[in-house]
Structure formats: structure tokens, C-alpha cells
């Protein structure tokens, strides 16, 4: 592996063995299926993607980016998991999906080949899988075209997200493989604001996700102490 992409082996390692499980809907990728669709009415709702160019950064096996195809998106996916990548195509031809591609490339190396092409860009549960976040949002801020927006969902770094996020979801209640999330990689609100401040993304909308293990069902909300998702805008 080229040690200058912003990857860590191990994570790649871990969902690349995962891939053929990513569209089984009660498989360990069941979370993602369930939030879908509130993440992906929440960014219609903000912005009506039908007819836009969205990139969806560490699409893995396409579940966003397949939703959003068929919202009327025109969806370009990408990521560094071969295998996810291949899933992803797989699935698009079985379901019969237009309007969405894919390809194993880095939000870093495309935003040297496609800077500024982008109305949308999406990134969801990702930056707390790589090495270097900041690295990720400067990326992203590079692709979407001025006046565009950035979609990123990632976890809180506090007691309550250790509890809930790793003991509770991955030791306790199984909605996740243990060892899914490393407490240190997790992500402050506050850093994540800091992080796209330094690159001309305005924060204009931030939501929480809350999971009820009663109903087992998930909602958004506006707690932003475990999981939270941002909107922001770049700079014209």
C-alpha cells in the first residue's frame, strides 16, 4: 500500500473481510441499513439532490450512494476497499441503479483531478476509520464547488459515546462487530467544526442519532453526545 494515502491497513483489513455482508440486511451492517433512509431524507430535505453531481467519500459496499442514485443523483462513490468497491458495482447491476459509478480512489487524489465539480459531497461514518480526519474535510472541501454542500455523520469522543458507541452497541446489545470503533479515533463536534472552519466550510445544520434498543429503532435528534451529523456549506 502507498504509505502516503490517508488509510489505515487494519481498518481496510477489517471491512474488506465484511464486504460480501454489506447488502444482507441483518448482517453487522444492519445499523447502516436502518439509518439510510433518516440521513438520506435529512440531506434531500437541506438539499433537493435530484439532477445534482454528489461524491460520496468511504462509500463502501454503496448504501448511501445507492439511495441517493435513486433520488435522481448523479452519484460518483469511492473508497480504498477493493472488495466493498466490487459489492457496490455488483449490487447496482443486480438492482438495476442509473445514475451511480464507483471508484477506488482517495478523497485526496481525486480532489487534485476533480476540484470544484461537485454540488454535493457526502462523507458518513468514515473520518473515524482513517488516520487523519482534517485531511479527509480538506479533501472534501476541495471537491464540492462554491456555494455547495458537505454532509459529514461521525461519533462524539466522551464517556457517554465509549459507553454507548463500544460497550453498548458492540459488547452488549451486537449491533456491531466488537472492535468496529477505536475510542481514541472518534471525533469531537467541536473538532470537526474546527477542522472545516480552517477550509471555508460554514457549519449551518447539526443533528444527533439516537438509538432505541427497546424499539430497536433509530431517530434523529438533537443530541449531538454519540453519534451527530453535520451540514455545512463552502464559502462562495
Known amino acids: 500500500m502507498n504509505t502516503n494515502v490517508n488509510a489505515d491497513p487494519a481498518e481496510l483489513a477489517k471491512f474488506s473481510e465484511l464486504a460480501h455482508r454489506w447488502w ?13 433512509p433518516l440521513r ?13 453531481e454528489v461524491l460520496d467519500v ?9 439511495s441517493m442514485a435513486r433520488k435522481g443523483a448523479k452519484v460518483l462513490g469511492i473508497d480504498l476497499s477493493t472488495k466493498a468497491l466490487r459489492v457496490a458495482q455488483l449490487h447496482a447491476m443486480e438492482a438495476q441503479t442509473s445514475g451511480v459509478s464507483y471508484r477506488e480512489v482517495s478523497a485526496e ?3 487534485l483531478e476533480k ?10 461514518e468514515m473520518l473515524e476509520h482513517v488516520p487523519d480526519p482534517a485531511s479527509v474535510v480538506r479533501a472534501c472541501a476541495a471537491l464540492v464547488k462554491p456555494g455547495g454542500w458537505v454532509f459529514f455523520s461521525t461519533l462524539n469522543r466522551n464517556p457517554k459515546s465509549f459507553l454507548f458507541a463500544i460497550v453498548g452497541a458492540e459488547y452488549l ?34 443533528r444527533g442519532m439516537g438509538y432505541n434498543p427497546l424499539t430497536r429503532r433509530y ?15 463552502k464559502a462562495l
Request: aromatic share 8%; proline share 4%.
Open 24 to 36: 444482507d440486511t441483518e448482517s453487522e451492517f444492519r445499523p447502516l441499513h436502518q439509518i439510510n
Open 40 to 52: 438520506l431524507e435529512w440531506i434531500n430535505t437541506l438539499v433537493p439532490i435530484s439532477g445534482l
Open 58 to 66: 468511504g462509500c463502501g459496499g454503496g448504501i448511501l450512494a445507492d
Open 109 to 111: 487524489a481525486l480532489a
Open 115 to 124: 476540484a470544484g465539480q461537485f454540488d454535493v459531497v457526502t462523507c458518513m
Open 173 to 206: 446489545l451486537n449491533l456491531l462487530p466488537r472492535g468496529t470503533h477505536e475510542f481514541a479515533k472518534m471525533i469531537r463536534p467541536s473538532e470537526l467544526a474546527g477542522y472545516c472552519r480552517q477550509v471555508n466550510l460554514d457549519l449551518r445544520h447539526t
Open 219 to 233: 431517530t434523529l435528534t438533537n443530541n449531538t453526545d454519540v453519534n451527530y451529523l453535520f451540514a455545512t456549506q
